[in-house]
């Protein structure tokens, strides 16, 4: 690695000396100077053209990719913030394009204008007050304005008032999956500390706190429409985060501190997969996918299963080796389905009695095995004695 830096250091020094030896010739006065380095006005002219074209470049590959690509861009908002954040988002993007058109044209067009000619003189122009107050206030009065919009959309989404009704739901990464303790009946989470991790207690949970006794954990995420969820976030290893993109949700998990996130479903699974968009783009991938088990199959492979649209909580940081791989689904129900499902699932307390029970008989048995064996070495000796005490009183 030094010698590559060194090798560097060294190139780049001959860059410059030959750049300063340039620079020395350009200034030598004297009748015989070479001009051969100056542009001359068909060079400047040329040059102009150019960056006319590669403008043109730029807007034409710009409009191609938004219509080649915009289909792929996140559709319907299935969360009530997501309507505020998609409103953000394209204010912000409508205000970019606006000014990247405009000032790329003029940046093109004035150097063009401008270009090099043996018959114009440059103009000297030190300074405008007016300009410098235009082009300063104009883009502070529009940050401005994005930022108050931004700060009034975060405060609706980031804060949950201590009254509000609402779901308590923990999300807990580790690599590579994640794991979700719903609070139970009374809506309180109890709590949990990597270091009783233990057993089925994978998550940590104090069960000595009352509030443990009624947590309930899942490997796949249910919550009903119209309620807002709050959401406690945990990881028990490396920086992790929890991106729910149908949602606009995303939130950092960090080791040794609890990040939360909170927002109100809007659609079902089942109600987002009849949204037309959504048949459109399911079977667009099907047939992608058929073509796809045709090659495979004429290959002697496996065909691929039909796609089915399922929300997911992925994990939006790079987390080690199987990051592509973390994910979990998540299922919106109508809030009768999803207090059938919760009624369904049993506590963290009578699965770890449920564990306990199952390892008593086991335990016993280990026990049995372990006494029978040593009455059978006890008299495996005991006979061997007395072959060798016979032996000897036959001497």
């Not at 954990?217 to 149908?246: C, N, T, W």
């Not at 399911?282 to 996918?289: F, G, P, Q």
């Amino acid at each position: 690695m030094t010698s590559l830096l060194v090798i560097i250091v060294l190139v780049l020094l001959a860059v410059a000396l030959w750049q300063l030896t340039k620079i020395f010739d350009l200034t030598q006065v004297g009748s015989s100077s070479d001009d051969s380095q100056v542009a001359s006005d068909n060079d400047n002219n040329v040059q102009g053209y150019i960056m006319f074209g590669f403008l043109a470049f730029i807007y034409i590959f710009t409009i191609y990719g938004l219509l080649k690509w915009g289909g792929l861009a996140l559709h319907t908002p299935a969360s009530e913030h997501g309507l505020l954040v998609d409103n953000l988002m394209n204010i912000t993007w409508v205000l970019i394009f606006v000014v990247q058109f405009i000032t790329q044209g003029l940046l093109y067009w004035f150097s063009f204008k401008n270009r090099g000619n043996k018959d114009k003189k440059a103009l000297f122009f030190a300074d405008s007050n007016k300009l410098e107050a235009i082009w300063s206030i104009i883009p502070s009065v529009v940050l401005a304005c994005l930022i108050l919009y931004g700060l009034y959309a975060w405060n609706n989404i980031m804060f949950v008032d201590k009254d509000e009704d609402v779901i308590e739901i923990e999300l807990y990464a580790q690599q590579f999956k994640w794991t979700a303790r719903y609070a139970g009946n009374d809506n309180v989470l109890g709590k949990a500390n990597v270091r009783l991790i233990e057993g089925i207690n994978t998550l940590g949970v104090d069960m000595s706190d009352p509030n443990a006794q009624d947590d309930i954990i899942v490997s796949e995420l249910h919550i009903p429409k119209g309620k807002k969820i709050h959401f406690k976030m945990r990881s028990q290893d490396v920086l992790h985060s929890a991106y729910m993109p149908h949602f606009r949700a995303q939130m950092n998990c960090v080791p040794g501190m609890v990040t939360e996130f909170a927002f109100i479903p809007t659609y079902t699974t089942a109600e987002y997969r009849e949204l037309p968009f959504m048949i459109e783009k399911v079977a667009h991938i099907n047939k992608l996918r058929a073509e796809k088990s045709t090659e495979l199959l004429a290959k002697g492979g496996t065909a691929l299963d039909p796609y089915t649209f399922d929300y997911l909580l992925l994990c939006n940081k790079i987390c080690g080796a199987s990051h592509y791989n973390m994910q979990m689904k998540v299922v919106v129900d109508s809030p009768e389905d999803y207090k059938k499902w919760l009624s369904e699932k049993t506590t963290l307390a009578q699965d770890i009695k449920a564990a306990a029970a199952a390892a008593k008989p086991a335990e016993g048995v280990e026990k049995t095995k372990d006494s029978s064996v040593t009455k059978d070495t006890v008299k495996a000796v005991i006979d061997t004695a007395k072959a060798v005490v016979a032996k000897v009183a036959m001497k």
